[in-house]
């Protein structure tokens, strides 16, 4: 038996802190990929846009971690995991671009 995924895609814009930079916020046009194995998805792109427009042009390390730490793109693609796992119960994947060559995320097992 095969799985059957559909993956969906937004983008927005945020600033956030690099530690070896000192205390200056610096922004990135980010991309999120979110992958769920379903076919029923016809209001995931909706809830995306609406998750990820909570970040856009917002202080990412203030939103996401209280500004107690650093957000960094697995703490960004958890934060969408966790908002969109409450209405989309079979989302497997969460991935976040910072630009054309970095990205990262994370993956949960589903059952």
Do not use: C
């Amino acid at each position: 038996m095969s799985n059957q995924f559909v993956t969906v895609e937004d983008t927005f814009d945020a600033a956030h802190t690099l530690p070896s930079h000192g205390p200056w916020k610096h922004g990135h046009g980010y991309r999120v990929a979110v992958t769920v194995n379903d076919v029923d998805t016809f209001s995931l792109p909706e809830a995306l846009h609406d998750i990820v427009g909570e970040l856009h042009l917002r202080d990412l390390d203030e939103m996401l971690t209280g500004s107690k730490e650093q957000s960094n793109l697995t703490t960004i693609a958890a934060w969408i995991m966790e908002r969109l796992t409450l209405r989309f119960q079979r989302i497997s994947r969460v991935e976040v671009w910072e630009n054309e060559k970095t990205h990262g995320g994370v993956t949960r097992e589903l059952r």
